[in-house]
């Protein structure tokens, strides 16, 4: 199987769009700025999905679903949040289509079937979920409310790459509703924290938790906690992200609760979600010139056995002991493939499953038989070693967590490798350049400032550390006072 991959020095970008449909796990559709997402691909985005709804629950959050339209008029009642997403809003007018009486075979959108009021195609569900709420909270005793929905939204992105950025994606979007403003923001943190432990421990990918600057606010927050990773091109990619509303949207469409007292107060809100986006991220993070680079946790198949032969009898033989191995493993609730079609050669199959990403390959052939072994592949350093068949099963659960902690241990050196401190402008530039990563910089905290770095370099603040130290200091840009650094990046 011809891999026939761009290298990623040459082309990173090209490599990626490559990889995500050689690897089989996306394509664009018939529809601009979509994408179909591949069952290979899907596999994986289930195994994310799986393991967030767990952390979701043992949180104590349950799943719903609101509509996928939104009363333009709805849409408009928290204004901040309206404004944000205005330009990316796709809006149904009509809800008829007839024949044109001119060309046979052909639609006109009906004029006799104008809506009333139009409709916005949910880009994020605060809107129609606040307004829910309304009717589902009265008093002390209904708080918190702690909802979750797994959904589609539509953003009308202009530029569009799989899974990056598409004009539809998949997501969850976390909404709360709490008595209490502490409470809220404890929310909010706690979310953060339960993206950072997904995308570290199941995905291996390192991230740095902070805060949005005023400017890359989610629209309608009070505060926007996040956490960022690094590519292995240098550029940062926004992994997640909870947003402590306030009384925003409490306000906006009259959620009010009786406390205690039996006193009405405005509710205090948050929202938080992660999309298909770490998709992308996970291919970036890990991945190489022969193709996917999957961490076992999130593989849809953790070894795939290979059997190598050249009879009918061996591979008969060769099989027996194969799906003896094959429901041991499942045992253990290891994903596991046993590759025994005939109209593909070893090599071809070696090859195929190399660029999907499969994190370890076992080949079975008439010498392993005879002497009582198997050879094991791993993915992530393409090595190969002999082990004996007695007591494999072990031997692969802990090979499966040792390629798990290395695959995060080599993305962390990266990011770490490329955290860089600078002290003035010519530096800064120089650096973004040249290395990179993240470009860790005194700002004077005004808008002006960051908007000025972003149109001359590109380069936007892509969080305030929350373990940053205080440390005083003159602007990259203006030479202002600062009492802290910032993390500056180009990003996707």
């Known amino acids: 199987m011809s891999k026939n991959l761009t290298k990623r020095e040459e082309d990173y970008s090209k490599w990626y769009n490559e990889l995500v449909v050689k690897a089989d796990l996306a394509e664009n559709s018939g529809v601009r700025g979509c994408m179909v997402i591949k069952p290979y691909?899907?596999?994986?985005?289930?195994?994310?999905?799986?393991e967030l709804d767990r952390m979701f629950k043992e949180t104590g959050h349950s799943n719903a679903y609101f509509p996928l339209f939104v009363p333009k008029s709805m849409f408009e009642a928290e204004e901040k949040n309206a404004e944000g997403f205005a330009k990316e809003c796709a809006v149904v007018t009509h809800y008829r289509l007839k024949a044109d009486e001119t060309q046979k075979g052909k639609l006109i959108?009906?004029?006799?079937?104008?809506?009333?009021?139009?409709?916005?195609?949910?880009?994020?569900?605060?809107?129609?979920?606040?307004?829910?709420?309304?009717?589902?909270?009265?008093?002390?005793?209904?708080?918190?409310?702690?909802?979750?929905?797994?959904?589609?939204?539509?953003r009308w992105e202009m530029r569009t790459r799989l899974f990056l950025r598409t004009a539809e994606f998949l997501w969850q979007e976390g909404h709360t509703a709490h008595a209490t403003r502490e409470e809220a923001i404890a929310e909010t943190e706690q979310m953060m924290q339960v993206y950072a432990d997904f995308v570290e421990n199941f995905m291996a990918i390192p991230v740095i938790k902070g805060v949005?600057?005023?400017?890359?606010?989610?629209?309608?927050?009070?505060?926007?906690?996040?956490?960022?990773?690094?590519?292995?091109?240098?550029?940062?990619?926004?992994?997640?992200?909870?947003?402590?509303?306030?009384?925003?949207?409490?306000?906006?469409?009259?959620?009010?609760?009786?406390?205690?007292?039996?006193?009405?107060?405005?509710?205090?809100?948050?929202?938080?979600?992660?999309?298909?986006?770490?998709?992308?991220a996970l291919v970036m993070t890990h991945s190489d010139d022969?193709?996917?680079?999957?961490?076992?946790?999130?593989?849809?198949?953790?070894?795939?056995?290979?059997?190598?032969?050249?009879?009918?009898?061996?591979?008969?033989?060769?099989?027996?002991?194969?799906?003896?191995?094959?429901?041991?493993?499942?045992?253990?609730?290891?994903?596991v493939k046993f590759d025994d079609r005939t109209t593909q050669k070893p090599g071809f199959k070696f090859a195929e499953w190399e660029l999907k990403g499969v994190p370890i390959r076992m080949a079975i052939g008439p010498k392993d038989l005879e002497q009582g072994t198997v050879e094991l592949a791993r993915r992530d350093t393409l090595t190969k070693e002999v082990v004996h068949r007695d007591g494999v099963e072990a031997y692969l659960v802990d090979l499966m967590e040792t390629i798990q902690q290395s695959l995060y241990?080599?993305?962390?050196?990266?990011?770490?490798?490329?955290?860089?401190?600078?002290?003035?402008?010519d530096e800064f530039k120089m650096v973004l350049e040249a290395k990179g990563g993240f470009l860790a910089a005194h700002w004077d905290g005004t808008p002006e400032t960051e908007e000025k770095i972003k149109e001359l370099t590109k380069a936007t603040i892509r969080c305030i550390p929350l373990d940053q130290e205080k440390e005083a200091g003159k602007?990259?840009?203006?030479?202002?006072?600062?009492?802290?650094?910032?993390?500056?990046?180009k990003a996707y």
């Open 41 to 50: 691909g899907y596999a994986i985005w289930e195994k994310m999905q799986a």
């Open 109 to 154: 959108v009906d004029p006799q079937a104008k809506l009333e009021e139009e409709l916005v195609v949910r880009p994020t569900s605060e809107a129609i979920i606040w307004s829910t709420y309304k009717n589902w909270i009265q008093s002390y005793r209904d708080l918190p409310l702690l909802i979750n929905q797994w959904a589609n939204v539509v």
């Open 212 to 280: 949005k600057t005023a400017n890359e606010r989610f629209a309608g927050a009070e505060e926007t906690y996040c956490i960022e990773a690094l590519m292995q091109d240098g550029k940062a990619l926004q992994a997640g992200t909870s947003h402590f509303l306030g009384q925003n949207f409490a306000q906006a469409f009259d959620v009010k609760f009786a406390n205690k007292e039996g006193k009405q107060e405005y509710v205090w809100g948050t929202s938080w979600g992660v999309s298909t986006r770490l998709m992308g």
């Open 409 to 425: 241990q080599k993305a962390f050196m990266y990011r770490d490798s490329h955290i860089t401190k600078v002290d003035n402008f």
């Open 475 to 489: 602007c990259v840009f203006s030479g202002a006072p600062s009492s802290g650094r910032v993390l500056f990046a």
């Open 290 to 335: 022969n193709g996917l680079v999957l961490p076992p946790n999130l593989a849809p198949i953790q070894v795939v056995i290979v059997p190598i032969y050249k009879s009918e009898e061996e591979l008969a033989a060769i099989s027996a002991v194969a799906h003896e191995i094959l429901a041991a493993l499942r045992k253990l609730r290891i994903s």
